[in-house]
Protein backbone atom coordinates (compact mmCIF):
# COMPACT_ATOMS: atom_id res chain seq x y z
CA UNK A 1 0.00 0.00 0.00
CA UNK A 2 1.52 3.61 -0.59
CA UNK A 3 2.10 5.81 2.17
CA UNK A 4 0.40 8.75 2.92
CA UNK A 5 3.43 10.67 2.05
CA UNK A 6 3.60 9.45 -1.41
CA UNK A 7 -0.22 10.50 -1.75
CA UNK A 8 0.33 13.70 -0.79
CA UNK A 9 3.14 14.35 -3.50
CA UNK A 10 1.16 12.79 -6.41
CA UNK A 11 -1.48 15.36 -5.33
CA UNK A 12 1.03 18.08 -5.30
CA UNK A 13 1.80 17.15 -8.53
CA UNK A 14 -1.37 17.03 -10.31
CA UNK A 15 -1.81 20.82 -8.79
CA UNK A 16 1.92 21.98 -10.45
CA UNK A 17 0.24 20.13 -13.62
CA UNK A 18 -2.51 21.78 -13.57
CA UNK A 19 -0.70 25.38 -13.15
CA UNK A 20 1.89 24.55 -15.98
CA UNK A 21 1.47 27.20 -19.35
CA UNK A 22 3.24 26.22 -22.41
CA UNK A 23 7.15 27.44 -22.94
CA UNK A 24 5.86 28.89 -26.57
CA UNK A 25 2.53 30.47 -26.60
CA UNK A 26 0.23 31.00 -29.50
CA UNK A 27 -0.14 34.89 -30.48
CA UNK A 28 -2.25 36.15 -33.73
CA UNK A 29 -2.85 38.84 -36.10
CA UNK A 30 -5.81 40.43 -37.45
CA UNK A 31 -7.10 43.57 -38.89
CA UNK A 32 -9.91 45.49 -37.04
CA UNK A 33 -12.30 46.30 -38.58
CA UNK A 34 -10.92 43.31 -41.24
CA UNK A 35 -11.10 43.98 -44.86
CA UNK A 36 -8.86 46.26 -47.59
CA UNK A 37 -8.56 49.28 -46.78
CA UNK A 38 -9.23 52.83 -48.76
CA UNK A 39 -7.09 55.22 -49.38
CA UNK A 40 -7.11 57.69 -46.41
CA UNK A 41 -8.67 55.55 -43.92
CA UNK A 42 -7.36 53.76 -40.91
CA UNK A 43 -7.35 50.73 -39.49
CA UNK A 44 -5.31 48.55 -36.37
CA UNK A 45 -3.12 45.73 -36.28
CA UNK A 46 -3.88 43.77 -33.82
CA UNK A 47 -1.33 41.09 -31.95
CA UNK A 48 -2.40 38.87 -29.52
CA UNK A 49 -1.18 36.19 -27.41
CA UNK A 50 -2.87 34.21 -23.64
CA UNK A 51 0.39 36.10 -22.06
CA UNK A 52 0.77 38.41 -18.71
CA UNK A 53 3.71 40.09 -19.89
CA UNK A 54 6.12 40.75 -22.86
CA UNK A 55 7.00 42.93 -25.58
CA UNK A 56 4.98 42.58 -29.73
CA UNK A 57 7.41 43.76 -32.52
CA UNK A 58 5.50 44.26 -35.77
CA UNK A 59 7.34 43.86 -38.91
CA UNK A 60 6.83 44.37 -42.44
CA UNK A 61 8.06 42.59 -45.60
CA UNK A 62 10.51 41.48 -43.49
CA UNK A 63 11.71 45.00 -41.75
CA UNK A 64 11.26 45.66 -38.12
CA UNK A 65 8.76 48.59 -37.92
CA UNK A 66 7.24 49.30 -34.48
CA UNK A 67 7.11 47.67 -30.54
CA UNK A 68 4.46 47.87 -28.26
CA UNK A 69 4.43 46.48 -24.74
CA UNK A 70 1.89 44.09 -24.04
CA UNK A 71 -1.57 45.51 -22.42
CA UNK A 72 -4.34 42.95 -21.79
CA UNK A 73 -2.71 40.17 -23.71
CA UNK A 74 -2.96 42.68 -26.89
CA UNK A 75 -0.74 45.37 -28.45
CA UNK A 76 -2.18 47.61 -31.01
CA UNK A 77 -0.67 49.26 -33.81
CA UNK A 78 -2.78 52.18 -35.74
CA UNK A 79 -2.43 52.88 -39.25
CA UNK A 80 -4.19 56.74 -39.89
CA UNK A 81 -4.50 58.22 -43.60
CA UNK A 82 -3.59 54.73 -45.00
CA UNK A 83 -1.32 55.05 -48.62
CA UNK A 84 -0.02 52.51 -50.86
CA UNK A 85 2.73 52.59 -48.68
CA UNK A 86 1.03 51.33 -45.93
CA UNK A 87 0.40 48.00 -48.13
CA UNK A 88 2.28 44.78 -47.53
CA UNK A 89 2.88 41.57 -45.50
CA UNK A 90 2.66 41.95 -41.54
CA UNK A 91 4.00 39.89 -38.74
CA UNK A 92 4.28 40.04 -35.44
CA UNK A 93 6.92 38.55 -33.37
CA UNK A 94 6.54 38.34 -28.92
CA UNK A 95 9.49 38.73 -26.86
CA UNK A 96 10.14 38.41 -23.38
CA UNK A 97 13.35 39.65 -21.49
CA UNK A 98 14.89 40.22 -24.78
CA UNK A 99 13.76 36.17 -25.94
CA UNK A 100 11.93 36.03 -28.88
CA UNK A 101 9.19 33.13 -27.97
CA UNK A 102 6.49 33.11 -30.88
CA UNK A 103 5.82 34.26 -34.62
CA UNK A 104 2.87 34.90 -35.96
CA UNK A 105 0.83 34.42 -39.13
CA UNK A 106 1.35 36.53 -42.34
CA UNK A 107 -1.01 39.34 -42.69
CA UNK A 108 -1.37 41.29 -46.07
CA UNK A 109 -2.51 44.92 -45.99
CA UNK A 110 -4.67 46.09 -48.85
CA UNK A 111 -5.36 49.94 -49.93
CA UNK A 112 -7.33 49.96 -52.67
CA UNK A 113 -10.07 52.43 -54.13
CA UNK A 114 -13.48 51.56 -53.28
CA UNK A 115 -15.88 51.16 -56.67
CA UNK A 116 -18.25 49.22 -56.05
CA UNK A 117 -21.42 49.22 -53.94
CA UNK A 118 -21.54 48.63 -50.61
CA UNK A 119 -22.55 45.37 -49.81
CA UNK A 120 -25.74 43.80 -46.69
CA UNK A 121 -24.85 41.17 -44.90
CA UNK A 122 -27.92 39.21 -43.22
CA UNK A 123 -27.84 35.96 -41.11
CA UNK A 124 -30.69 33.60 -40.82
CA UNK A 125 -32.30 32.49 -38.35
CA UNK A 126 -31.15 35.87 -36.60
CA UNK A 127 -28.48 36.79 -34.73
CA UNK A 128 -29.20 34.30 -31.86
CA UNK A 129 -28.87 30.81 -32.02
CA UNK A 130 -29.10 28.18 -30.32
CA UNK A 131 -25.98 25.78 -30.46
CA UNK A 132 -25.86 23.16 -32.93
CA UNK A 133 -28.41 25.21 -34.98
CA UNK A 134 -27.79 25.62 -39.19
CA UNK A 135 -26.62 29.36 -39.81
CA UNK A 136 -26.63 30.99 -43.41
CA UNK A 137 -25.05 34.18 -43.66
CA UNK A 138 -26.01 35.69 -46.98
CA UNK A 139 -24.05 38.61 -48.50
CA UNK A 140 -26.10 40.88 -51.06
CA UNK A 141 -24.51 43.68 -53.54
CA UNK A 142 -25.61 45.23 -56.97
CA UNK A 143 -23.19 43.61 -59.02
CA UNK A 144 -23.72 40.58 -61.28
CA UNK A 145 -20.37 39.51 -61.37
CA UNK A 146 -19.25 40.81 -57.59
CA UNK A 147 -17.14 38.19 -55.39
CA UNK A 148 -17.42 38.07 -51.72
CA UNK A 149 -15.53 37.45 -48.78
CA UNK A 150 -17.17 36.81 -45.07
CA UNK A 151 -14.92 38.22 -42.37
CA UNK A 152 -15.20 37.32 -39.17
CA UNK A 153 -13.62 39.77 -36.85
CA UNK A 154 -10.18 38.23 -34.60
CA UNK A 155 -9.26 36.15 -37.46
CA UNK A 156 -6.62 36.64 -39.92
CA UNK A 157 -8.17 34.12 -42.71
CA UNK A 158 -11.31 34.35 -44.42
CA UNK A 159 -14.20 32.17 -45.19
CA UNK A 160 -14.61 30.79 -48.39
CA UNK A 161 -15.69 33.49 -51.58
CA UNK A 162 -19.33 34.16 -52.09
CA UNK A 163 -20.22 34.59 -55.61
CA UNK A 164 -23.43 35.99 -56.66
CA UNK A 165 -24.71 32.46 -58.41
CA UNK A 166 -24.01 31.57 -54.69
CA UNK A 167 -23.67 34.16 -52.39
CA UNK A 168 -24.59 32.43 -48.93
CA UNK A 169 -21.71 30.89 -46.46
CA UNK A 170 -23.32 28.22 -44.07
CA UNK A 171 -22.19 26.77 -40.84
CA UNK A 172 -24.23 23.27 -40.40
CA UNK A 173 -23.70 22.80 -36.65
CA UNK A 174 -22.96 26.06 -35.00
CA UNK A 175 -20.87 26.40 -32.09
CA UNK A 176 -19.68 28.77 -29.64
CA UNK A 177 -16.12 29.48 -31.43
CA UNK A 178 -18.22 30.75 -34.30
CA UNK A 179 -19.27 33.22 -32.37
CA UNK A 180 -18.51 37.23 -32.79
CA UNK A 181 -18.60 40.31 -35.23
CA UNK A 182 -19.24 39.24 -38.87
CA UNK A 183 -18.41 41.59 -42.01
CA UNK A 184 -18.76 41.18 -45.69
CA UNK A 185 -16.81 42.83 -48.78
CA UNK A 186 -16.91 42.13 -52.25
CA UNK A 187 -14.15 42.84 -55.54
CA UNK A 188 -14.98 42.26 -59.05
CA UNK A 189 -12.31 40.39 -60.97
CA UNK A 190 -10.65 41.51 -64.47
CA UNK A 191 -7.79 43.40 -65.70
CA UNK A 192 -7.29 45.30 -62.04
CA UNK A 193 -9.81 44.54 -59.14
CA UNK A 194 -12.22 46.69 -58.02
CA UNK A 195 -13.41 46.80 -54.42
CA UNK A 196 -16.46 47.58 -52.29
CA UNK A 197 -17.03 49.27 -48.66
CA UNK A 198 -17.15 46.34 -45.98
CA UNK A 199 -20.51 46.22 -44.91
CA UNK A 200 -22.00 47.16 -41.55
CA UNK A 201 -21.36 44.31 -39.21
CA UNK A 202 -23.43 41.61 -37.36
CA UNK A 203 -23.08 40.09 -34.30
CA UNK A 204 -23.92 36.10 -33.76
CA UNK A 205 -24.62 34.57 -30.09
CA UNK A 206 -24.81 31.28 -29.79
CA UNK A 207 -26.58 30.38 -26.67
CA UNK A 208 -26.68 26.87 -24.69
CA UNK A 209 -23.07 25.76 -25.32
CA UNK A 210 -20.54 24.08 -22.69
CA UNK A 211 -17.47 25.12 -23.72
CA UNK A 212 -14.71 22.07 -23.19
CA UNK A 213 -11.48 24.35 -23.03
CA UNK A 214 -7.86 23.19 -21.71
CA UNK A 215 -8.28 24.91 -18.62
CA UNK A 216 -11.98 22.83 -18.16
CA UNK A 217 -10.03 19.55 -19.10
CA UNK A 218 -6.85 20.34 -16.67
CA UNK A 219 -9.39 21.35 -13.48
CA UNK A 220 -12.12 17.79 -14.51
CA UNK A 221 -7.97 16.33 -14.23
CA UNK A 222 -7.89 17.91 -11.18
CA UNK A 223 -10.54 16.86 -9.50
CA UNK A 224 -10.20 13.84 -10.92
CA UNK A 225 -6.71 13.64 -8.99
CA UNK A 226 -8.20 14.88 -6.18
CA UNK A 227 -10.82 11.71 -6.14
CA UNK A 228 -8.01 9.46 -6.36
CA UNK A 229 -6.03 10.62 -3.83
CA UNK A 230 -9.08 10.63 -1.32
CA UNK A 231 -9.24 6.92 -2.07
CA UNK A 232 -5.85 5.98 -1.37
CA UNK A 233 -5.99 8.15 1.46
CA UNK A 234 -9.08 6.29 2.80
CA UNK A 235 -8.00 2.79 1.78
CA UNK A 236 -4.31 3.53 3.66
CA UNK A 237 -6.46 3.93 7.01
CA UNK A 238 -8.60 1.03 6.19
CA UNK A 239 -5.86 -1.37 5.96
CA UNK A 240 -3.65 0.73 8.42
CA UNK A 241 -6.66 -0.23 11.34
CA UNK A 242 -6.94 -4.01 9.95
CA UNK A 243 -3.13 -4.57 10.60
CA UNK A 244 -3.52 -3.31 14.32
CA UNK A 245 -3.31 -5.50 17.42
CA UNK A 246 -7.23 -6.29 19.09
CA UNK A 247 -7.03 -5.89 22.67
CA UNK A 248 -6.10 -8.88 24.72
Known amino acids: MLPVTHVLAFGAWLVAQSKATPSAPTISIFLKPPGVIPPGGSTTICCSCQCDSGT ?48 SETLDVIVQEFRLPKPVLSVLPGQEVAA ?3 VIFR ?3 AHAKAVCFLYLEGQIKTFDLLSQEQNYFNISHVHKGNEGRYSCQCFTKGASFKWSAVSKTLDLVVRGYYDYTRSN ?13 LGLIVAEATYSHRRRPGPR
Open 132 to 134: GAY
Open 56 to 103: FVLYKNGRQLRSLELRGSRAEFSISSATQEDAGAYSCHYLDGGTVLAR
Open 139 to 141: CTI
Open 217 to 229: VVRLALGAGVLVL
